[in-house]
């Protein structure tokens, strides 16, 4: 009945990559673990294209589905299934990984098989917990993905590598344990642990705004929300390269899709109620934030803090409830993806020349660096919302979605038009332009073949979607739609019953 | 036929862009200039075809693919082809063109030769999606594109500390208007459930009355909100009071994109947006006074500042902003076809003088100091009398170009009753005294006079390390053949496109079906045809009027008053700046409005922003609620460690407590 074991393989083929680069790798032997570790990477990316090349557009459920027992007694299946939210996010892990490995290739000289290990395993969990369909299944992932992102911080982090670690294990942790309750809660509702049950279950109001509030500390920590985002820039900082990568282009959509798998369908009637909080929280996020970030010193701090202040327009988006809002916030997810990522990435090429990450120390890069410089630029104004690239999209389409929901909602969030560009290419006027600054800036050598393919991929991408963004608009269609109609369906538990 | 065609306008100076961009570095510099030109040249060559089709009556509208779709709502990129359309292709891809030839010249010994072809091919490619589009989503790329390439533009020279803060600011003020512009876009859209020009233009009418509640349930008028929001985006990228203050800083950018996108075609696009949303505008007569109040201080007050200036390039950015203020009054007279006449002629004279500044300042070897100018006619032959030519055209000179549309402009500011038209009316007509003031003022002291810098020292107070200049014993030289045939290519149209193009463009059919104007409620470019009609008849017999009215006698003065105090007697402008002193500080700091936004709005957001960090995030976040946590967990556990006795028996008892416990629970839940 269900031959298609896509998912599954989008899963394990990188896990089991993962184990085979920890078993064969060993420093010695360091560019063939680096290889190895790359076409892991690479078949990872290879077996979730079907995902996108079998995908029916028209088709608003999930597919792809899988289901066995795993735990009978509890009734614990390992099922499987994606929708049109959840394929763009499996897609851009899968090729996150690539770009992390090609990222960490010269970088990382001790312990390569480990490092390389943990992202491909890291990348599996992640599709598993973007493709989960049974609660525990998806908690197992959850958590567990968790480990790899530890030891990346914490062995190959930097030198306050320990308090981040435990910072960010705090606040994951609280949250965690409360979406535990909750699905605890639900299977005594239901008798499962099937999240699409969980979905259709009656529940007064009173039950769903404690159980939207156990969710929400779970994934407002992830996303992260005003005021559990103080986390994210002190990991970002710890974190090497492609560990930020993975962490902002991944992770923290983690939270905002599972706010559409879990929060706000199982308790759409809380998610309406709470929504008016919700949105003030998500323009704190994007116009708080987006101040707190022009101050930054570090620029990977600022780059941390620019990525609380877009993620404000995702769940802005969210909890607009128009179709507009919840699929600009899902480009948003994608675009951010891209753009962290190379941004991220733009801090480590500087990093693994000058070992710094003050903006203090740089100035007139451009002027040793010039196809470097472009590639900055080009990546700030994407961050910036410029039209013409992903960063746009998304943006343009959650802030005219508030304008219908209400004007100074929306007055509040197009701020970002100002403020995005003002920490942005305030960054880049530090870095890039000038006379250069110092000695060590006058002997930078421009981009390697390496560093320019990971740039120039990621920069083809961002244009391409801001090009024609119907390529993500065309999948989540369906789905939001029938997301939206089960939104405005309530819940509650009818008069006559 | 012509439609096949269409996409490859935009599309060629792309291509040549991207070739030049990604590969210029690798190529030989000819290619460069090569490929560019022939990208731009071809486009000029196809919209020109365009505009003859229109000419005959050809239109277009239609996609050309569906961006996104989300809903309902349908997000495309098109084309809108009608005679507006037509009209700012062929000038942005002429004036372009010209450009392109003309940096060959200007660009010659720098480095970024390639990169600046490249540059200027892109907002070519920019300019020419965003006048074309035929919805405002497209609209919006193009206009932020080209504020891109502007910012890319103006730091060109990315060394100099002048140039990267002037590009960043340019960036970041035009994102204010930006930021209302697309505001106004989301409420079109929310109200009209489109974003398609001619779908909103159909649904608008039916909008008049609607009212939306901002503060405390005062109603608000629906059109008026949304036309002074789209006016707000008009305001940055045409540069009006409060947002004009990037473009004075702009000129730190080269010379050849000054004249291209600082002065002809990007400012103007605020111009070419708001007359094409005329059926939006004409709703509204207080949006509309709210507009032409704006253009009427722009007009007047950035005038009276290019008085004060002595950079070459400076003096013709003020005098830029001030009629981009006369465009934006007629605008708000509902002469909206007199704006876009404005912005044609302007196109071409501002362009020509720019290029011809250009010139001076390639001959003086970079100083831009028009004090250390004097006598440039002996030496810049070709470009003294392009420049005199561009000169007349600004101040309105009767037959040449910049005649009739300032005339108009000001005679249909006289027929407007519309609130704040009786202020517009003074400030366009006092304009003109100081249009030809500050213009005649700059001529003559640029190519009359004593020939300054053989006194001069070449680095005087604020000289930037790029001004060399001249030493006292050496000759200028004229560029060579690609800078000065633009400026005759420029000065051409200067003179005669007024005299053309009046009579079709503002008394015929040239704008009938694209332009919308509310004839009973703001009937001025009514009364401006009649008044054509009835008593000047011709072009000619306008430019024969216009030696006996007010504003000839104004700028003829004007003319005659700069020739005293700068020829005659150049001890009086010394004598008045000190004698008013306090005047001449306060034009000397441009009003306050750079030191007011660099103190209330920069720091003021700085500030903010360490408090909300320092205090909010760090202290109360972090340092109460998370370490305040972690310290807690750690007391807590410093009691429970007690518990961890070491003794097996205290471990074996509490399993058996807590196995009691358990067992004792889960019975209840099972039976």
């Known amino acids: 009945m269900l031959a298609n074991y896509t998912l599954s393989l989008s899963i394990w083929v990188p896990i089991l990559a993962g184990l085979l680069v920890l078993a064969a790798g060993n420093d010695s032997r360091a560019s063939m673990t680096r290889w190895l570790a790359l076409l892991g990477g690479i078949a990872g990316f290879l077996v979730t294209l079907p995902l996108y090349f079998q995908f029916n557009i028209a088709e608003g459920g999930f597919q792809f589905q899988e289901a066995t027992y795993w735990i009978p007694a509890f009734q614990i299946y390992y099922h499987l299934g994606v929708d049109g939210i959840s394929v763009p996010l499996i897609l851009l892990t899968s090729f996150t990984t690539v770009i992390c490995i090609i990222a960490s290739w010269e970088v990382i000289k001790k312990s390569i098989a480990q490092y390389m290990a943990c992202f491909l395993i890291m990348s599996g969990l992640m599709i598993g917990v973007f493709s989960a369909l049974d609660s525990i299944l998806y908690y197992v992932f959850w958590e567990s993905m968790l480990i790899p992102m530890f030891l990346v911080i914490g062995k190959w982090g930097g030198q306050n590598r320990v308090y981040a670690t435990i910072k960010f294990f705090l606040y994951t942790l609280l949250g965690s344990l409360l979406m535990l309750v909750a699905f605890i809660y639900l299977f005594h509702k239901t008798g499962s642990f099937n999240i699409v049950k969980y979905h259709d279950v009656v529940l007064p109001l009173n039950v769903q705004i404690f159980i939207f509030i156990a969710f929400f500390m779970a994934f407002a920590v992830k996303i992260p929300m005003w005021p559990l985002h103080t986390w994210l820039p002190d990991a970002h900082v710890e974190a090497p390269t492609a560990g930020s990568v993975v962490l902002a282009a991944v992770m923290l959509k983690l939270g905002g899709y599972s706010f559409l798998r879990f929060a706000m369908p199982i308790a759409p009637d809380a998610s309406h109620y709470l929504s008016g909080y919700m949105i003030a929280l998500s323009l704190i996020a994007i116009l708080y934030i987006a101040l707190v970030a022009l101050v930054q010193k570090d620029m990977k701090k600022l780059i941390a803090y620019s990525s609380i202040s877009h993620m404000g327009f995702v769940t802005l988006g969210f909890f607009l409830f128009s179709q507009l809002g919840l699929e600009g916030a899902i480009v948003q997810m994608i675009s951010h993806g891209f753009i962290s990522a190379a941004m991220f990435l733009c801090v480590g090429v500087l990093y693994d020349r000058m070992h710094s990450r003050e903006i203090a120390s740089y100035g007139g890069v451009a002027n040793t660096m010039p196809v470097f410089a472009a590639f900055a630029v080009f990546f700030a104004m994407a961050n910036s919302g410029l039209p013409g690239t992903s960063g746009f999209v998304g943006e343009f389409m959650v802030i005219l979605a508030s304008v219908e929901y209400d004007f100074w909602v929306a007055f509040i969030a197009a701020t970002t038009l100002i403020f995005g560009a003002s920490y942005t290419l305030w960054m880049v006027k530090r870095v890039f332009y000038g006379e250069a600054a110092n000695k060590k800036v006058a002997a930078l050598k421009d981009l390697t073949r390496r560093e320019f393919a990971m740039l120039g991929v990621l920069a083809a991408l961002t244009l391409g979607i801001g090009v024609y963004p119907q390529v993500i608009t065309g999948m989540t269609q369906a789905t939001s739609e029938r997301f939206l109609n089960h939104m405005t369906t309530s819940k509650l538990p009818s008069v006559g019953m | ?671």
């Open chain 2, 1 to 671: 036929m012509t439609e096949q065609l269409l996409i490859w306008i935009p599309l060629l100076p792309l291509i040549a862009a991207a070739i030049v961009g990604l590969f210029g570095s690798r190529l030989p510099r000819c290619a460069a200039h090569w490929l560019t030109i022939l990208g731009v040249g071809g486009a000029l060559v196809l919209s020109a075809m365009v505009f003859k089709a229109t000419l005959s009556g050809f239109t277009h509208n239609a996609d050309l693919y569906t961006w996104l779709t989300s809903g309902d709502i349908h997000f495309a990129v098109g084309f809108l082809i009608d005679n507006l359309t037509a009209m700012m292709m062929v000038v942005v891809t002429f004036v372009s063109l010209m450009v392109h030839i003309y940096t060959i010249g200007y660009m010659h010994e720098d480095p970024g030769y390639s990169r600046f072809f490249s540059y200027i091919s892109l907002f070519t490619f920019a300019m020419l999606m965003l006048v074309m589009s035929n919805n405002f989503m497209q609209l919006f790329f193009g206009w932020e594109a080209v504020g891109l390439v502007s910012y890319l533009l103006i730091g060109f020279w990315y060394t100099r500390p002048t140039a990267i803060y002037a590009n960043l600011k340019a960036f970041l003020v035009n994102r204010v208007g930006d930021f209302g512009f697309l505001l106004g876009i989301g409420l079109v859209l929310t109200y009209t459930g489109s974003l398609d020009y001619a779908e909103v233009f159909s649904a608008a009418p039916a909008l008049a009355d609607t009212t939306i509640s901002l503060f405390a349930n005062t109603p608000w008028s629906l059109m008026t909100v949304t036309c002074i929001l789209l006016f707000v985006g008009a305001m940055g990228k045409s540069a009006q009071v409060p947002l004009h203050v990037w473009l004075p800083d702009s000129m730190e950018g080269p010379t050849p994109i000054s004249a291209l996108i600082h002065a002809a075609t990007m400012v103007t696009a605020g111009i070419f947006m708001v007359a094409r949303m005329s059926p939006l505008f004409e709703i509204s007569t207080t949006a509309l006074s709210f507009v032409m109040t704006i253009g009427a201080i722009t007009a007047l007050f950035m005038g009276l500042l290019g008085i004060m200036q002595n950079d070459i390039k400076r003096v013709i950015a003020y005098s830029t902003l001030s009629q981009l203020g006369y465009m934006t009054v007629a605008l708000g007279a509902s002469a909206y076809s007199v704006a876009i006449f404005h912005l044609m002629t302007h196109a071409f004279f501002k362009a020509l003088l720019f290029l011809g500044a250009g010139s001076v300042i390639m001959g003086m070897h970079h100083d831009q100091d028009i004090r250390n100018m004097g006598n440039l006619k002996k030496y810049f032959p070709v470009t003294w009398i392009t420049s005199l030519i561009g000169s007349l055209a600004l101040i309105g000179t009767p037959f040449f170009a910049g005649f009739y549309s300032k005339d108009s402009i000001i005679e249909a500011v006289k027929f407007s009753q519309i609130p704040g038209s009786g202020f517009a009316y003074f400030a366009v007509v006092a304009g003109v005294f100081i249009t030809a003031f500050y213009s005649f003022r700059l001529y003559f002291i640029v190519f009359h006079g004593k020939e300054r810098w053989r006194k001069a020292k070449p680095h005087t107070d604020d000289d930037h390390e790029h001004h060399h200049g001249l030493t006292p014993d050496q000759d200028p030289h004229e560029p060579g053949w690609v800078v000065k045939l633009p400026l005759i290519l420029l000065a051409i149209p200067s003179v005669v496109i007024g005299y053309l193009a009046i009579k079709p463009m503002l008394f015929g059919d040239f704008f009938k079906g694209v332009i919308t104007v509310n004839a009973e409620a703001h009937p001025a470019m009514e009364h401006l045809t009649h008044h054509f009609h009835e008593f000047l008849h011709t072009p000619s017999g306008m430019a024969l009027h216009g030696f006996f009215t007010l504003p000839f006698a104004l700028a003829a003065s004007g003319v005659g008053l700069s020739w005293f105090f700068y020829m005659k007697r150049p001890d009086i402008p010394a004598a008045i700046q000190k004698r008013f002193s306090l005047i001449n500080t306060i034009l000397e700091n441009k009003y306050g409005f750079d030191s007011f936004n660099e103190r209330f709005f920069a720091s003021g957001s700085s500030f903010i922003g360490n408090k909300l960090w320092q205090i909010v995030d760090v202290k109360i976040i972090d340092g109460a609620i998370v370490n305040g946590t972690a310290n807690l967990v750690a007391k807590l556990s410093g009691i429970v460690r007690r518990l961890q006795s070491g003794m097996i028996y205290h471990y074996a008892f509490a399993m058996i407590i807590g196995a009691f416990l358990l067992l004792t629970f889960f019975n209840r839940i099972v039976l």
